[in-house]
């Protein structure tokens, strides 16, 4: 069951977590809201942003202020896009179609995934915002092409390559909560992968290394990518600055600084404490976007100053779907918006790109 409208106690971004918890099946809330291991990780990165303190400069003149920014030589209404977030018809019956409408009307781009539980060419349709592919790398070369050739087709502007992720962190949650995707919601872009046969394992070889593993894509795989596309290709899911700075020099045209929302690998560190060294290693002009727990425009201050363009939502999307659908979308990107432009005008900067981290104590 969802609101029919936005509930009137949903004011902030975080209360979208609260009510979604009230209206989704306890398993989906579990397998969204969950992380790796213990969770270290996840509940680190709620913390690593609060222990940033903003230092304001007061009576500068603001009144010509604007969250407008630029990224990848595209003007964006405000420094904000919709992270990945797979299967959302969990959320909603529409999906991703209604994150899509939303994310059209507030002028906020949208990562579609690879598992997106609507096909990627109809949820293109439905956006006149930002439009970027999520990929995950398939097995079949040949097979991720054809994903990629779709992508490019149905007018996606950058190709985003989530690298984190070959294998799926140990989510004890999920499995506590018995999580399974629902009947009728699929991974319906890949409907027509290949079946490859599997290869038998003898009892010296390891079922990670030797198994999934083996399926992960590697550096010659980002170079292979790079080298099919025009749309510029980023790397999601880096936390090192030595990673970031080796898809630069690959030719990737971005990095997502990430830990995939402490879903894989769990004690790894939050990006918001490591995007400052990311920033340094790649130069001031590579695009750095950096999620994980922004949920308040405060939050998206101080990954700017840090050394971010811009910054993504994951779970808050999904959840503000569960709860109003399209318009909970809409409302919570609104929300974090208005938030992100209070935070800039009381600490008295008035355009996206003088937030350094002077701004920061
Ligand atoms: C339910 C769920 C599904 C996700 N699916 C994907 C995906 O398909 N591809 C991907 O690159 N990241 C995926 N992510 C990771 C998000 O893109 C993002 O990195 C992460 O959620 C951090 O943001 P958050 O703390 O705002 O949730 C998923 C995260 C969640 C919670």
Redesign the pocket.
Known sequence: MSYAAIPEDALCVADYERLAKGVLPHAIFE????GGGDEVT?NH?RDALNDIKILPRMLNDVSKGSSHTTVLGQTWRTPIML?????QK?AHEQGEIATAKAASALEVGM?V????SVEMESISQELSSEKWF?L?WQLDRNFTLSLIRRAEKAGFQAL?L?V??AIHGIRNRAQRAKFALPEGIEAVNLKDRPELPRQAFTPEQSIVFQGMMSEAPNWSDVAWLIEQTEIPVII??VLHPADALKAKEMGAQGV?V??????TLDCVPSAIEVVAAVREAVGAEFTVLL?????RGTDVFKAIALGADAV???????YALAVAGASGVAHMLRILREEFEVTMALAGIAQVKDITGTSLY
Do not use: C, W
């Open positions: 397998y969204v809201y969950g996840l990165n992270a990945p977030v797979a299967f969990m990562m995934s690879t598992l997106s999520q995950y985003v989530t984190d992720s999601k899911g997502i990430s830990n995939h929302g402490g879903r999620d994980g727990a922004i949920e993504l939502i994951g779970r808050p999307q999904f």
